[in-house]
């Protein structure tokens, strides 16, 4: 009988271990595994809202509900280095109040049809939300009211008003699939720029305490709803001067991120952004080994390019020193652009940094 019961549990121990190697990773986990072994090629090229308008061109007509016959697949950083970039970012602005177009006016079932198509590429998908603020009903930046999160939080009609928002932002997710019905891997990051104050999640608007419960509201609810495609990313600003201290106060937790980063933007000179940039990626860089994160730039960008030679000369460098997995410019339009198009002051200089060994397109990823 004895030697029954440990031959029974022999077998019950090889058979959970056997379940246990044969788990299949999430699609999300297989996604991680995807940026963790492109990373030692070099780090990938991002573009916002990239096959929706240009410097030059928008196929959204002046109408403002009709697209243009702009040729399909049009994209300023296809036209200027004949590929795609690797990473296509969309916003869900706007989803949280039922609107049929994101807040740059893009239709949803427009950014559905384009997420779909450029995972089906072999690009990689990021988006993010800049919801309305809940409270006063004006735009994400509306930091006229410090009580926002708290709100959400504790108030129930402000709570109420939130799980329909993230009823919505869940309802958008869920149908990003392919015709199979597998579900589209997508870097998820929301909240970002939170250490700045301009939007009402900011860093003066709420709480360590409070943008943690507001972090961890989402997270539970779209986690809840089986979304197990999303690959969670903390996105704070540009610092200049990261503190393990600072940087964790509003962390939201190793068992709740994949990918850190952050949003970094030439506003001033050249050289206050390279030492400010080429400190906190040391920092992030360590933060990320320590803690077996994915680290990338999450947004960048100088508005508008005027330096013809900024790709190569000023962002390449510091780039090459840390193991990002991409860079990710803001969107191109007529008035602001990140990326360049073919006529652009910096476009012989973006096609130098395309050229690179360690610089990956669609192409390099496929
Ligand atoms: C900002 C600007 C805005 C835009 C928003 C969301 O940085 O580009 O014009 O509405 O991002 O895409």
């Not at 379940?19 to 299949?24: D, I, L, N, S």
């Not at 015709?179 to 250490?195: A, K, M, Q």
């Not at 933007?265 to 390279?274: D, S």
């Not at 400010?276 to 508008?304: P, Q, R």
Request: negative net charge; contains cysteine.
């Amino acid at each position: 009988m004895r030697s029954c019961i440990y031959v029974l549990g022999i077998a019950m121990l090889v058979a959970a271990c056997s379940e246990k190697t044969v788990k299949e990773p999430t699609i999300s986990e297989q996604l991680a595994e995807r940026l963790q072994t492109l990373q030692p090629k070099g780090y990938m090229m991002g573009h916002q809202d990239d096959p929706f308008y240009g410097v030059t061109w928008s196929s959204l007509k002046s109408d403002k509900k009709t697209y243009a016959a702009w040729p399909a697949d049009s994209s300023d950083v296809c036209r200027t280095v004949g590929d795609y970039p690797a990473v296509m970012g969309f916003d869900l602005g706007g989803i949280e109040m039922g609107d049929a177009k994101n807040l740059d006016s893009v239709a949803f079932s427009r950014i559905r049809t384009e997420i779909i198509k450029h995972h089906e590429r072999g690009g990689i998908i990021t988006i993010s939300w800049h919801p309305r603020n809940p409270v006063t009903g004006g735009t994400a930046w509306d930091v006229s009211d410090s009580t926002v999160v708290r709100q959400i939080l504790q108030n129930d009609s402000a709570k109420a008003l939130f799980a329909t928002w993230m009823g919505r932002v869940g309802d958008f997710l869920k149908t990003l699939k392919t015709e199979d019905g597998v579900p589209v891997p997508v870097i998820f990051r929301p909240w970002h720029e939170n250490n700045g104050s301009w939007f009402w999640w900011g860093q003066k608007l709420c709480s360590d305490e409070e943008f943690h419960g507001l972090w961890n509201t989402l997270q539970d609810y779209l986690t809840g709803e089986g979304l197990d495609n999303l690959l969670w990313s903390y996105s704070p600003n540009l610092d200049g001067g990261w503190t393990q201290e600072r940087f964790i106060a509003r962390y939201p937790g190793n068992d709740r991120v994949s990918l850190i980063g952050e949003d970094a933007y030439q506003w001033g000179t050249e050289e206050e952004f390279v030492t400010a940039l080429d400190k906190d990626l040391t920092f992030l860089s360590g933060f990320a080994k320590e803690n077996g994160k994915l680290m990338a730039m999450t947004e960048c960008g100088y508005k508008n390019i005027p330096d013809s030679t900024w790709w190569t000369r000023v962002l390449k460098p510091v780039m090459d020193k840390y193991p990002i997995c991409y860079f990710h410019t803001w969107r191109n339009y007529s008035k602001e652009y990140f990326a360049p198009d073919p006529d652009q002051v910096s476009a012989a200089d973006f096609k130098k940094l395309y050229e690179a060994e360690n610089t990956l397109f669609l192409k390099d990823i496929q």
